[in-house]
């Protein structure tokens, strides 16, 4: 069955990093978008960032932009959130999501996500 799980949340101080990773199993990863989102407390879902079948492209958020990076290994089967300069505004819990094509409303399965926490 179709499965993704992230990992790398924890609690970070303002302006530090973290690197999210999102294992994904159970289809073929290299078919497939995929999509970061988060949701912080108290609020809805935000879209983070696309990145396209081959990881060439991506779009981010202008919220994140210039500070997140999204990556594919899609040998390991893995999306990757690279994310420099964190704000307490980017306190979330993120979730990773795939999708068929870059139509974000069109993506299907997301993990459980990973709870990212910027204070100090």
């Known amino acids: 069955q179709v499965q993704l799980v992230e990992s790398g949340g924890g609690l970070v101080q303002p302006g530090g990093s973290l690197r999210l990773s999102c294992a994904a199993s159970?289809?073929?990863?290299?078919?497939?978008?995929m999509f970061w989102v988060r949701q912080a407390p108290g609020k809805g879902l935000e879209w983070v960032s696309t990145?396209?079948?081959?990881?060439?492209?991506?779009v981010y958020a202008d919220s994140v932009l210039g500070r997140f990076t999204a990556s594919r290994d899609n040998a390991v089967n893995t999306l990757y959130l690279q994310m420099n300069s964190l704000k307490s505004e980017d306190t979330a819990v993120y979730y990773c999501?795939?999708?068929?094509?870059?139509?974000?409303?069109?993506?299907?399965?997301w993990g459980q996500g990973t709870q990212v926490t910027v204070s100090s």
């Open positions: 159970g289809f073929t990863f290299s078919n497939y978008w």
């Open positions: 999501a795939r999708g068929p094509s870059s139509d974000y409303g069109a993506r299907d399965y």
């Open positions: 990145i396209d079948i081959g990881g060439g492209n991506t």
